[in-house]
């Protein structure tokens, strides 16, 4: 106690109190650890780790300086923050110098406690710029010269495998091999410092002396090319040295030049090449070299590739050592000066794609003579490692992957090919002379199963692996409780997350691969509870707001974003209303209010422009829409107990009128723009948004509400109701009566909810007392979940109707807009939710359902402020459950009825409760 006491006396002499256990960590630049940027005003984040009850933040100090050797002396000379009241930790504006192209920065932070206790300065971070301005570019777009390409039949097996028609065949013999660029750079001394920034249009692979730079794969991620392109930043410092150095770059057709599917019309061009080294010698010169007519061009061994159809790879095209220094190109063409491959180019922030789990094939059998299927007993996304094998030189191995065995051949297949009109196909020639092994780097299929011909001899299991591949987005949840069938559940929602997020948020990996605005926000919650979106969500916003300047009325957007894909007249607006919805999300995740504010304009002008369309839709009458009317998805993919209702439009809505669903979607995406507007400080717009709300209530009570038995007629539209508060409050207690009972009844416990439905399903039914029809709906024998699951399903479906036992499966099998479902585990089993008035978890709502058929369940979810849990488990009578609230967050505690407590807020901490239920 006394030397505590006397501890503490001599560091109040020194200044300040210091406590050496709560030094911050997880800096952040961006929400990205030690990043390249553009952005001149980066935010910055940090963490506590404080375990201390009640552990909170009460002022911080940040220094951001020039050099190391400046922050170890505790010199900000680019900014100095002074000692800063305020609790945030996350997000927190540089306030300092301006910063320019290529500087590096270096920072540190201290913080105050709830003591006022000092803690040491963290770790030293750090971010490095990109390029502000187009002048900072010296580099030239550049492209091949016409080459020869030397032809072989086995392009004619790729084919043949490939192509499902002769237009597909023509445009896929119409591409050319990858591109081969090649540099070399003489260094008279050691560098201090190198940059290589890269835009490789449609996709590339840098390799600096041979080696490959970074684990990136895909690279650049997907956008528009007609507004904007982004380019690479890599640290190339340890892979230069003295004397001769050779810059690699493998340039294939990619995103931008997409030309085999949906019959070329969403190519941008031929490939090219913008790159540039940047070097700091360590006497303090710098110089630059960039892309010209002096590098050198080559076709590579990929000899096609498309990012539908797949890979074709002659290993007898190599070019032993083609990028390193000293190798012979005298023979090979200078590349031609090109257009731009993009008006504007953008530092890629995002994280990029890579290589995640790798799937193990399970069993294996042959369908006919010379043919072996495998199958990798899970369905995902990615590509099929060949492991090494040692066959003839010239032999042809080919992979056919699909999602299904068709019933009639037994041939692996996807719902995609009568869309792409090719085949997801892997090829690899041999060169032999011993063991090869080859990975694809420029495409990606969605599969379960690989069928691969042309081996002499029976393949073992382990031939192949099955390798994930998306964009890098980090896990931020965990979900596990004791009813095998929630896990199960949880399980397929996240692998079909994984599998559909590739640049953009998918629909699916093996039809379109595009970012399909409907089906992003039905599943968001599942997005943002299962993965860290925060950096990648700024980029997939961005991507909507570009997709505006393509529409043609002023106003919308496009109903997909990211790329040049389109569909039809753009006239789908609960799709487009993507735009009022991702940006309130991102910001109630995670406090991210300066895209809500870079976005808050595009919110209120498709507002503006939608609202006077729907009221003329309403005031004409006609308001039955098919499919074909171009007005409104609806909630799409529903269920009706009658299949017969759909009346031959397979997947369009026949349960819940498509022009309901619409309205309904319309009033969320304007209450998301109310709340909006209020937490930008727009009160006068906030009430503006309001009455159109109300206003748009209004009209849909007026023609689908049934006020006698107070219901709207289906599943889907009276969740949908009771979320958005639109029931007739004269009618609400009839119709918290009815809402369980008509599922219990007329619906016959069985889901009938298309993708909108799914995510207030089981929260509406749990708010309303029938929580036990979410055990109900999901093990309801022919439903939804135990028909998937019984044919084998891994990853959730798109038509998730009356399948006959036997028959092939319709639609995609590979969904994320049918995820939504996955929330109601982590923040109503668990009870882990967001607080509007608090945004980013900085104040936690912990509120669970202690499901009567669940013993025990269990959640994490790492929030900007650290790792939350819920934990909970039955003991006789009594549960007892276990929370953590991060340091520099509180939590409202909401129990259950009949618990004996009241609700309390408390502190970050650790609790346990014991409750009598």
């Known amino acids: 106690m006394y030397r505590i006491c006397f501890f503490g006396l001599l560091l109040c002499f020194a200044g300040e109190l210091v406590a050496g256990t709560n030094i911050p960590i997880r800096l952040e630049s961006e929400n990205r650890s030690s990043p390249f940027i553009d952005n001149p005003v980066p935010e910055l984040s940090w963490k506590m780790e404080d375990r201390r009850q009640g552990a909170a933040q009460t002022a911080y100090q940040i220094l951001v300086a020039a050099s190391p050797k400046l922050l170890a002396a505790d010199a900000g000379d680019l900014w100095d923050s002074g000692k800063v009241v305020s609790s945030q930790s996350h997000l927190v504006p540089y306030g300092g110098a301006k910063l320019n192209s290529c500087q590096r920065v270096w920072w540190k932070v201290r913080i105050w406690d709830q003591n006022g206790v000092v803690s040491e300065w963290s770790e030293r971070a750090t971010w490095e710029m990109a390029l502000l301005d187009k002048s900072d570019w010296s580099a030239k777009w550049i492209a091949a010269p016409e080459l020869a390409e030397v032809r072989l039949p086995e392009l004619d097996v790729f084919l043949k495998a490939t192509a499902w028609d002769a237009g597909a065949d023509a445009r896929f013999r119409q591409r050319k091999p990858s591109l081969l660029f090649r540099k070399e750079v003489v260094l008279d001394q050691k560098t201090d410092h190198a940059v290589m920034r890269v835009c490789g249009l449609g996709a590339f692979n840098l390799t600096v002396n041979g080696e490959k730079v970074g684990d990136h794969i895909l690279d650049p991620i997907h956008t528009d090319y007609d507004r904007q392109a982004r380019y690479v930043n890599f640290d190339v410092t340890d892979l230069l040295k003295s004397g001769a150095n050779c810059i690699g770059i493998e340039v294939v057709d990619g995103w931008f030049g997409q030309y085999v599917v949906w019959n070329g019309g969403f190519s941008h061009g031929e490939p090219r090449l913008l790159a540039q080294l940047e070097v700091e010698k360590t006497d303090g010169t710098r110089f630059v070299i960039g892309t010209d007519i002096d590098w050198k061009v080559h076709y590579g061994p990929v000899i096609r590739s498309n990012m539908y159809a797949g890979e074709y790879y002659d290993a007898r095209f190599e070019l032993p050592g083609w990028n390193h220094p000293g190798f012979d190109a005298s023979a090979w063409p200078a590349a031609v000066s090109s257009k731009p491959g993009t008006p504007k180019l953008v530092a890629q922030v995002a994280p990029p794609m890579r290589f995640h789990k790798v799937i193990k094939p399970v069993a294996k059998h042959s369908p006919r003579k010379g043919v072996w299927t495998f199958d990798m007993g899970q369905n995902f996304a990615g590509v099929v490692r060949l492991k090494p094998v040692e066959f003839p030189r010239g ?84 979900f596990r ?7 199960t559940m949880h399980e397929m929602a996240v692998w079909t997350l994984e599998s559909n997020i590739h640049g953009v ?82 910001y109630l995740y995670y406090g991210d209010g300066s895209e ?125 109701a009771l979320y958005l508060g639109m029931v007739p409050e004269k009618s609400k207690e009839q119709f918290l009566l009815r809402i369980g009972q008509e ?26 007392g029938n929580g036990d029809l979410v055990e109900k709906l999901c093990s309801a024998e022919g439903g939804r979940f135990e028909q998937m699951i019984n044919r084998g399903g891994t990853t959730l479906w798109e ?84 929370i953590v609230v991060p340091p520099n967050s509180c939590a409202e505690i909401q129990f259950p009825e009949g618990s004996g407590k009241s609700a309390e807020t408390v502190p970050s901490g650790k609790y346990q409760f014991r409750l009598g239920i």
């Open 505 to 586: 948020l998918e629909d699916c990996p093996t039809r379109e691969r595009c970012g399909w605005l409907g089906d992003a926000y039905s599943a968001f919650g599942a997005w943002f509870m299962n993965f860290r979106m925060d950096s990648f969500n700024r980029k997939f916003i961005e991507d909507i707001r570009d997709s505006y300047s393509v529409h043609p009325v002023d106003g919308l957007l496009m109903e997909i974003a990211g790329g040049k894909r389109r569909h039809g007249p753009p006239t789908m607006y609960d799709w487009m209303n993507a735009t009022m919805v991702i940006p309130w999300r991102q």
């Open 743 to 768: 599922v219990r009844m007329e619906d016959r416990g069985q889901i009938t909810v298309g993708q909108f439905g799914l995510g207030p399903l089981f929260p509406m039914l749990t708010d309303t």
């Open 799 to 882: 038509y998730q109707g009356r399948c006959h036992p036997g028959s092939d499966p319709i639609g995609s099998l590979n969904h994320p807009a049918f995820s939504g479902y996955d929330t109601w585990f982590y923040q109503y089993l668990c009870g882990i939710r967001p607080m509007a008035e608090f945004p980013g978890f900085k104040k936690i709502l912990f509120k669970p359902y202690f499901a009567s058929w669940v013993d025990w369940a269990e959640a994490d979810y790492e929030s900007p402020y650290g790792t939350i849990q819920s934990r909970w488990k039955r003991n006789g009578d009594t549960v007892i459950w276990n």
């Open 481 to 487: 409780c004791s009813y095998d069938l929630f896990n």
């Open 596 to 720: 809500l504010e870079r976005h808050y304009k595009y919110m209120k002008d498709f507002a503006d422009a939608v609202f006077p369309i729907v009221q003329e839709r309403y005031n004409s009458g006609k308001l039955e829409l098919g499919r074909k009317d171009r007005f409104f998805f609806g909630d799409w993919g529903d269920i009706p107990l009658v299949e017969t209702k759909r009346n031959g439009a397979l997947l369009f809505p026949a349960e819940t009128p498509a022009m309901l669903t619409g309205t309904q979607m319309l009033i969320y995406g304007f209450q998301n723009l109310a709340r909006s507007a209020d937490a930008l400080g727009h009160s006068a717009e906030r009430n503006h948004y309001k009455k159109l709300t109300e206003e748009l209530a209004d009209r849909a009570n007026a023609v689908y509400f049934d006020s006698e038995h107070a219901t709207y007629g289906s599943q889907s539209a009276n969740v949908w």
């Open 395 to 478: 032999t042809v191995i080919t992979m056919r992957l699909g999602e299904y065995i068709r019933a009639d051949d037994g041939c692996p297949a996807t719902i995609g090919v009568s869309a792409t009109k090719v085949h997801q196909t892997q090829q690899y020639v041999c060169k032999g002379g011993g063991p090869e092994e080859w990975t694809p780097q420029f495409c990606y299929s969605g599969f379960r199963y690989v069928e691969i011909s042309g081996l002499p001899e029976e393949p073992d299991l382990d031939l192949i692996d099955g390798v994930q591949l998306r964009t890098a987005v980090e896990p931020a949840g965990h």
